[in-house]
Nanobody, 119 residues
C-alpha cells in the first residue's frame, strides 16, 4: 500500500512563493504519472499540474508561468514550486499518483496541505 504525504503548505502574502513536496512511503514506479490537484472551498477539485514518466509536464492555464512541477524518482518525491502566488491560489493541495494507462487500475492520493494566499 502506497501512502503519499504532502508538506510545505502554509500562509503567504500575494506575490510570495511556496514549495510543496509529496513523498511516497512505498516505491513508486517511474512509469507513473505524478500530479498536484487543488480544491478551494465550495469548488470542485481541479488539476494544477502533472508530470509524466518522460519528464513532460502539463499545467492548468491559471498557473502556467508561475508554477513548476518536478519529480525525483530516486526519492519517490514530486514537488510543486509556486511563485507569484495569488489569493485565488488559496486551496487544499493534493498529491496524486496514477498509472499512465486508462482506465487507471490504482489512484493514490495524499491527505492534502493547505495553501492560503493573503491579499
Amino acid at each position: 500500500q502506497v501512502q503519499l504525504v504532502e508538506s510545505g503548505g502554509g500562509l503567504v502574502q500575494a506575490g510570495g512563493s511556496l514549495r510543496l513536496s509529496c513523498s511516497a512511503s512505498g516505491t513508486i514506479a517511474s512509469i507513473n504519472t505524478m500530479g498536484w490537484y487543488r480544491q478551494a472551498t465550495g469548488k470542485q477539485r481541479e488539476l494544477v499540474a502533472n508530470i509524466f514518466s518522460t519528464g513532460s509536464t502539463n499545467y492548468a492555464d491559471s498557473v502556467k508561468g508561475r508554477f513548476t512541477i518536478s519529480r525525483d524518482n530516486a526519492k519517490n518525491t514530486v514537488y510543486l514550486q509556486m511563485n507569484s502566488l495569488k489569493p485565488e491560489d488559496t486551496a487544499v493541495y493534493y498529491c496524486n499518483v496514477r498509472p499512465p494507462w486508462v482506465p487507471v487500475t490504482y489512484d493514490y492520493w495524499g491527505q492534502g496541505t493547505q495553501v492560503t494566499v493573503s491579499s
